[in-house]
């Protein structure tokens, strides 16, 4: 079993910049997928951005703003937010997902989420 937990979420201004950090428990933390998703106030929880063995992807309102990063040395997967938009105002969850060998999902972990607010 995997435990993630955020950290790093804050109030910002319009333009700026803030990093979240998930620590995971684990030993085999490299094998997971981490993902990063948002829940804005009266919406449905969005996918922000993933990273796995292969690459990362990103949601395209935060493509070119926002970059996932994973130091497996450290269990530990991060956001690097820059450009903030208040759009992106959201309560912000990491995400460790496990796949069987024929790609169905076999694991499925959240956090608590960590709140980003960015003001106008």
């Known amino acids: 079993q995997v435990q993630v937990a955020e950290s790093g979420g804050g109030l910002v201004q319009a333009g700026g910049s803030l990093r979240l950090s998930c620590a995971a428990s684990g030993r085999t933390f490299s094998s997971y997928d981490m993902g990063w998703y948002r829940q804005a106030p009266g919406k449905e929880r969005e996918f922000v951005a993933v990273?796995?063995?292969?690459?990362?992807r990103y949601a395209d309102s935060v493509k070119d703003r926002f970059t996932i990063s994973k130091d497996n040395a450290k269990n530990t997967v991060y956001l690097q937010m820059n450009s903030l938009k208040p759009e992106d105002t959201a309560i912000y969850y990491c995400?460790?997902?496990?796949?069987?060998?024929?790609?169905?999902?076999?694991?499925?972990?959240w956090g608590q989420g960590t709140q980003v607010t960015v003001s106008s």
């Open positions: 990273i796995r063995w292969s690459g990362s």
């Open positions: 995400n460790a997902k496990s796949y069987t060998a024929w790609g169905g999902l076999r694991e499925d972990y």
